[in-house]
């Protein structure tokens, strides 16, 4: 079945420690999103890429980082883990970038950094 | 700066019509999208606006207002599975995604 996968689905991690968030799509979709989703606010996206090769930093990026080797894979990097990197972590995918078209969502990571 | 606002949580009855409202200030507009959201899924997109009116996709209809900053979603004939968050998101003049916190909405017998 064509979607999107994330791996893990939840994880609970020392602070201090370093994560990899993995996210797997076989959508053959160019553009490729990072979102956070925290109770009471909106989904904020935090790294983008439009295609292959290429990444941009969207509204929360800093203590993370990623990258786009190829069309199907975005994982989500986090350096050293801080307490409110505490999250619901969620992938997605759009034909093109630019933002016009859907955004396919994965199932999530739930983190807890203790 | 920029700012979606919708209602926190509605409640509703089955079988009754529900219209939950979307007011936004952004920097430029190039789109408004609504998401449909279950308690520990993904968002998955129920429409796109970017003209003024009303476009309907069976029960669910969504309205814009580029003029007022405004839109809703209309959904008729609930029913028990339309409990759910419905995300509102407006694509900035960068056309970057800004989203609203949600509305939740309960769905009673």
């Known amino acids: ?114 | 700066g920029q700012n979606i606002d919708q209602p926190t949580e509605m409640t509703a009855t089955e079988g009754a019509i529900v219209q939950i409202n979307c007011t936004y200030q952004t920097s430029g507009f190039n789109g408004l999208f609504w998401y449909q959201q279950h308690a520990g899924e993904a968002p998955t997109f129920l429409s796109y606006n970017v003209l003024d009116g009303l476009e309907e996709k069976g029960r669910f209809s969504s309205f814009l207002s580029r003029s007022k900053g405004y839109s809703y979603l209309l959904l008729k004939e609930l029913q028990m599975k339309d409990s759910a968050s419905y995300l509102c998101a407006v694509l900035d003049s960068n056309y970057q995604l800004i989203w609203g916190a949600g509305t939740k909405l309960i769905i009673k017998p």
Not at chain 1, 68 to 83: E, G, K, M
């Open chain 1, 1 to 114: 079945i064509a979607g999107i996968t994330q791996a893990p689905t939840s994880q609970i991690l020392a602070a201090g420690r370093r994560m990899t968030l993995r996210c797997t799509q076989d959508m053959r979709h160019n553009a490729m999103y990072w979102y956070r989703q925290d109770l009471g606010l909106g989904l904020r996206l935090i790294h983008y890429s439009n295609t292959a090769g290429t990444t941009g930093k969207g509204e929360v990026p800093d203590g993370y980082s990623v990258s786009r080797a190829n069309t199907d894979d975005f994982p989500l990097t986090l350096a050293s883990a801080v307490p409110s990197q505490t999250s619901v972590y969620f992938c997605a995918s759009s034909r093109a970038g630019g933002g016009t078209d859907t955004q396919y969502f994965g199932p999530g990571t739930r983190l807890t950094v203790l």
